[in-house]
């Protein structure tokens, strides 16, 4: 198990100082993201490394977790893994985002303390997928519809009256 994450840090001071932090967070402490989620037992892994860049501070980062979600199709629970890159340039106003490198989003610093917690939710919130289903037909319902379209399909082909004729 890795250790905790810390919920907060000066991002500007940990530039600074070239920081790098590894960790976890519960899924539970994300107020957001639980809303989404059938189960929020489980956590978060993230790499976050302070550094700075062409004269500007910045954050890059990773983010990963096994989400229990609900499937669209047959509306029961499954696990689904979500992972996101971040590289941000921290700015403290819109001058400083003006010259960002392209490589770099802006995020912009408001007080002393920033939360890694948002920072890290925000993150996965954005990797969630439009709308979630299992890889596989996970209903009754829709195998049987395949099974049926696979047959009809078959039927329709111009060598299934050859087929029929085959003698074995």
Do not use: W
């Not at 993201?33 to 489980?42: I, P, Q, W």
């Not at 921290?90 to 001058?95: A, D, F, I, P, T």
Request: with cysteine; net charge negative; proline share 4%.
């Amino acid at each position: 198990m890795s250790q905790p994450l810390p919920e907060t840090a000066d991002f500007l001071k940990q530039a600074e100082r070239n920081v790098g932090l590894e960790g976890s967070l519960p899924l539970a402490r994300l107020e957001r993201l639980s809303a989404t989620l059938c189960d929020t037992t489980g956590e978060l892994h993230a790499r976050l490394n302070f550094g700075s860049k062409a004269g500007f501070s910045h954050l890059q980062g990773t983010v990963e977790a096994d989400l229990k979600l609900v499937c669209q199709r047959c509306m029961c629970a499954m696990e689904h893994r979500v992972s996101g890159r971040f590289k941000f340039g921290l700015v403290l106003n819109e001058e400083e985002r003006q010259g960002l490198p392209t490589d770099l989003e802006a995020y912009l610093i408001e007080g002393d303390e920033q939360s890694i917690i948002d920072l890290l939710e925000d993150e996965l919130l954005l990797c969630l997928p439009i709308a979630v289903m299992h890889e596989n037909e996970c209903s009754e319902f829709l195998k049987k519809h395949n099974e049926q379209k696979q047959a009809e399909k078959e039927a329709s082909s111009p060598f299934a009256v050859l087929k029929k004729m085959k003698v074995d």
